[in-house]
């Protein structure tokens, strides 16, 4: 495997959600969608991928879904945090998670 260069590197940012138990399939696919539309509204975000938990090991802790952005500097997710589009996410989420885990690192 090849090394990365520094220009290489990518700021990864991670969001996990579990959802409360007497939130509906409907809400939570509209913070689906709402998610997912976020990167034709932020041009900070370089990459984006989502999926839904699949794992056999059970140590999930109630964590469901995984959002996935890439951006290339500090500044860029900095500038994604504040966002008008990332804030009226956060109201379509309202109080339907239980749990939310979010990761930021720097690729090795």
Do not use: N
Not at 3 to 19: A, I, N, S
Not at 22 to 43: K, M, N, W
């Amino acid at each position: 495997m090849a090394q990365q260069t520094q220009t290489e590197k990518v700021l990864r940012h991670v969001v996990l959600f579990g959802f409360k138990p007497d939130v509906t399939p409907a809400q939570i696919e509209e913070v689906e969608t709402a998610f997912s539309q976020l990167p034709a509204q932020i041009e900070e975000i370089k990459a984006y991928e989502w999926g839904t938990d699949c794992s056999p090991e059970g140590l999930q802790q109630g964590l469901t879904h995984c959002f996935f952005l890439t951006f290339h500097s500090d500044a860029d997710r900095d500038a994604y945090l504040i966002h008008p589009a990332h804030k009226a996410f956060g109201q379509v989420l309202g109080d339907k998670a239980s749990a939310v885990t979010v990761v930021d690192y720097w690729t090795k």
